[in-house]
C-alpha cells in the first residue's frame, strides 16, 4: 500500500471514530441517572463515570486535550491533569453554591478553542494550553457539579472519583494511541490530527451557536 493510501486509510478512520464518538442523540444527556442524585456510593461512582461521556461537549474536550498532550511528549500529559485537577475545584465551587456566570457558553467556547488549537498547521506553547486548560476545567467541572448537589458525602466522593478517574483514563488513552499511530508528533503535527481538530472545532461552533441562541 502506498503512503499516500495509508494516510487516506488513516484519515478516514479517524474521521469514522470522531463520527462514532459523537451521536447526535446523546448531545445533550448530562445526566447519566435521568436528573437522579445519587443516593450510594456506586452510584455516585457509576454517575461520575457517565458524566464525562455522555456530556458530548465534556468528551470532545477531554479528547482535546489527550490530542494536544501528544504534542509535547510526556510533559504534554500536564495539560489533561491541569484539567482534571480543577474540575474538581470547579464541582466544588457549584457545591457552595457561587455562580459562574455564561458557563455553558465558557465550555462550549472551550471545545471550539481547543478544536482550533488541533487544527492549526502550527503549535502554540504548550504552557498557554495548559493555563487553558486550566480555566476550562473550573467550568466544566462546575457544570459536572449539577447531578450531585444535595447528595451526602459518600455517592459525592464517589462522583468525584467517577469523573475523574475516567477523564484522565480517556485523555491518557488518547494520548498513548495518539504517540503510537504517530511517533514523531513532537517534530511534525500529523494531518489526521488536523482533521481531528476541525472535527472538534465544528462540534464547539455548534454547542456555542446552540448557548447563544438559545
Known sequence: MSHRNLQRNRILGLSLAIALLFPSQAAFAHHPFGGTVPSNALTGFLSGLGHPIIGIDHFAFVIATGLLAALWGRRGLIIPLAFVITTLAGTGLHLQNLDLPLAEL??????????????????????????????????????????????EMNPLIAYLAGFGVVQLGIAVGVFTLAQRFWPNLEQVKALPLRFSGFAIAGLGFAFLSGAILG
Request: aromatic share 10%; glycine share 16%; charged share 5%.
Open 106 to 151: 465558557v465550555i462550549a467556547a472551550s471545545v471550539l478553542g481547543f478544536g482550533v488549537l488541533l487544527a492549526l498547521p502550527q503549535r502554540v506553547q504548550w504552557v498557554g494550553v495548559a493555563i487553558a486548560a486550566t480555566i476550562a476545567g473550573i467550568f466544566h467541572g462546575y457544570a459536572y457539579g449539577e447531578a450531585i448537589i444535595g447528595a
